[in-house]
């Protein structure tokens, strides 16, 4: 009966393009849908009631005579007319997608036409969403009709939704934007992005961590395996599929997100950007999407500096490539100095236009717009991308690592900075990094030489430091081939260079993150009076520096608090020691406001401290930390909120960003609490309070018993204020 309905009852009462036949009569009125109610509401109001139904149950009847007596048996053996209907419906729709998937293709549209008027009939969908899987491509004027209906759509063949995607470029954003700032929000993107130890020089790792987190670093999740476990990139890889549009789209949402941020410096959440701008091209990459990525003009420096993160080094054969990939920018800039010189010699004016940066830099990325094609006829713009893969903080941190190698060899060698070549291209490549953001508002690209301050007066400044650090280094060895006891050196705060480094460290953020670095690094190899000396200079640094600037040491306070924590309980550090004072009272406790990870990190060094402090100095931290963390657990909770929120029905289909920061949503991947890789920490590892650190708060009262509502007010009422959250 089925098919005999499907052949005498085609949609439209006529022929449905599915045996190509045309009777040449006027459609027939269907009544389904909006029609049909229209058509029942009309005709019993303007007939008498009975022939009213009966001319609605003619009209509404299946038309094949050869069904009528199959139906009254049907009424005999006591079935509905709905059920025997509905029966009829899934049969025949089963014998229709059956002849769909050998149909001919110059078939398919007009069954598409004939169909498509029921796609939001949920009984009758499947019909115009098996032929729409099937056409290629589709007309836009269906997919115009399909991008409106947000249900709808998450209902559609994924290549479908591509091809919607290509065609409305704001609504792609609309629903990629939840997924990017969910790659923000993971805790293996903060994890990492916070690890400034990791391409800490292998004999380096035994020191930094003597029972504190896992020392191997290949027992580590790599790169490639934390794409593969990040849930908001592997719905980005599935949007993208292969279309070049698609991924084009996202890679501008994330250039525009980081261009037009709000903040001055740059933070976690700009930092995690730059992440997805590399990991996103990689993780296709990993899917063997060839064709869309040697596209890519940075797919190779992305490809290289993810060969170079798996060895956790910069070899000379990397290098070399790096070099290739870079030489065309630097023959250009070349190219430029020699132009520029000559107009000087004639005694001409060059006049640059800029074009001011679109909007605000508070300018939210969906309100700028779709993909603008403008950006693409901007000279060197790929400099730009080149810029966040390199921002990409792994990679930025390991090619800083690289940087101090160079310089420490220039120092053996008594040469100077700017005559190493190689020092001066990494150098290069860090500017870029730093500069880029700056390049995307000013719209002017360019691979700059190294800032002259930066080799002539930093670099110097700081092999003088690294020159210290080997006479010392010598001095310690000799007195131990003579079995004689070293005196540890006193810090001299007075030192020139220290006093020279402390005021170009506000001026630049690059000769910041350097220095940071070399400080770790000092901290590990259990140097402390260099440490003494650089925390000196950097909190001198920072108390030049404006508070908005906090957000940019996040990864320096996570890693230090580590660090301090270590030395704390190998006893290398007391509580009283000048070490505490500047990296606890003048550093970390400022630093609690960055982000969330490192307040906590900063807590647990407390805690660690807990027993050799009293009561009252205790209480003293801990009302400085709840003081400075104002901004950072408000913004926790807006962030909450955010996470809470659905997007607008997304989750239907690729979801809003809120499982993102849940570790627990992505099997962890070894980052299980903010302070260890994959370690229970306690506490805070399962903090799901508003604001982020209530949990590890709370520890202080059970760790320290003598802390009471008289000793420490701000600790109890914040606890008791926080208590319902």
């Not at 005999?4 to 459609?27: C, R, T």
């Not at 709808?152 to 065609?167: K, Y």
């Not at 064709?291 to 797919?299: G, M, P, W």
Request: overall charge neutral; some cysteine; proline content about 4%.
């Amino acid at each position: 009966m089925a098919s005999q309905a499907l052949s005498g009852a085609a949609p439209g009462g006529g022929d449905s393009g599915v045996h190509g036949g045309d009777s040449g009569a006027p459609a027939a009125l269907v009544l389904v849908g909006n029609v049909g109610q229209e058509y029942v509401q009309s005709t019993l109001t303007t007939m008498d009631p009975m022939s009213a139904i009966q001319d609605i149950q003619s009209r509404g009847a299946l038309q094949d005579p050869r069904c009528q007596p199959l139906v009254g048996l049907l009424d005999q053996l006591g079935l509905t007319r709905a059920e025997t209907h509905r029966h009829v419906l899934q049969a025949a729709t089963r014998e229709l997608l059956a002849r769909i998937d050998g149909m001919q293709s110059d078939r398919l549209l007009p069954l598409l036409e004939a169909s498509f008027p029921y796609i939001g009939i949920a009984d009758l969908r499947a019909v115009p969403l098996a032929v729409l899987s099937r056409l290629q491509p589709v007309p836009a004027s269906f997919l115009k009709q399909l991008a409106t209906d947000k249900d709808l759509f998450w209902d559609l063949p994924v290549g479908v939704q591509r091809q919607v995607w290509e065609l409305d470029k704001k609504l792609l954003q609309a629903h990629a934007l939840p997924l990017v700032v969910g790659y923000t929000f993971e805790m293996a993107t903060a994890m990492r992005g916070l690890d400034m130890d990791e391409s800490l020089p292998q004999e380096l790792l035994q020191a930094a961590a003597p029972g504190g987190r896992p020392l191997s670093k290949v027992a580590q999740p790599g790169r490639k395996m934390l794409r593969s476990g990040s849930a908001a990139l592997q719905r980005l890889t599935r949007m993208v599929g292969k279309s070049r549009q698609i991924y084009k789209g996202i890679v501008e949402l994330c250039i525009l997100r980081y261009r037009d941020s709000d903040s001055l410096y740059v933070g976690m959440a700009e930092a995690a950007l730059c992440a997805l701008r590399s990991q996103l091209l990689m993780a296709l990459h990993d899917l063997g999407e060839t064709e869309l990525c040697t596209k890519e003009s940075c797919h190779k420096l992305a490809w290289t500096l993810d060969a170079c993160l798996k060895d956790r080094k910069l070899d000379q054969r990397r290098l070399r490539e790096l070099a290739n990939i870079f030489q065309p920018y630097e023959a250009a800039e070349a190219r430029l100095r020699s132009a520029t010189a000559r107009a000087s010699h004639r005694g001409g004016m060059r006049i640059t236009i800029r074009v001011p940066s679109r909007g605000g830099v508070d300018e939210d990325a969906e309100s700028a717009g779709a993909p603008g094609a403008s950006l693409a006829e901007e000279p060197q713009r790929e400099l730009a991308d080149m810029g966040m893969v390199l921002r990409d903080p792994s990679t930025f941190h390991m090619i800083i690592h690289h940087v101090l190698r160079r310089l420490e060899a220039a120092t053996e060698e008594e040469m100077l900075p700017k005559d190493d070549r190689e020092l001066v291209f990494t150098t290069r490549l860090l500017q870029l990094a730093v500069g880029c953001r700056a390049m995307m508002r000013e719209r002017r690209y360019h691979f700059a030489e190294v800032n002259p301050e930066l080799l002539t007066t930093f670099y110097p400044t700081l092999s003088a430091i690294m020159l210290d650090v080997m006479l010392r280094q010598a001095e310690a060895e000799e007195a131990a081939e003579g079995e004689e006891a070293l005196a540890p050196s006193e810090p001299d705060y007075e030192d020139a260079n220290i006093q020279q480094l402390a005021l170009l460290l506000p001026k630049d953020e690059l000769m910041r993150k350097i220095t940071q670095v070399y400080l770790l690094e000092r901290l590990a190899a259990g140097d402390l009076t260099t440490g003494k000396l650089l925390l000196h200079a950097v909190a001198r640094a920072m108390e030049a520096m404006s508070d908005k600037s906090i957000p940019e040491f996040a990864a320096f306070g996570f890693t230090l608090a580590l660090r301090m924590q270590n030395l704390l309980k190998g006893g290398k550090c007391g509580v009283k020691d000048g070490l505490w004072q500047l990296a606890v009272d003048q550093v970390l406790v400022k630093l609690v406001d960055s982000v969330t990870q490192t307040h906590e990190e900063v807590l647990r060094l407390l805690l660690a401290a807990a027993p050799k402090l009293d009561a009252m100095e205790l209480s003293n931290y801990l009302t400085r930390t709840l003081n400075n963390s104002k901004k950072s657990r408000k913004r926790f909770k807006k962030r909450k909120l955010f996470e809470s929120y659905d997007a607008d029905g997304l989750a239907g289909g690729y979801g809003s960003a809120g499982g993102y920061a849940s570790a627990s949503d992505y099997g962890d991947g070894g980052y299980s609490s903010a302070g260890g890789y994959g370690m229970p920490r306690g506490g805070a590892a399962a903090d799901t309070s508003a604001d982020g650190v209530r949990a590890t708060y709370a520890l202080f009262a059970k760790a320290k018993l003598e802390l009471n509502p008289a000793i420490a007010p701000k600790l109890f009422e914040y606890l008791g204020e926080t208590a319902a959250g």
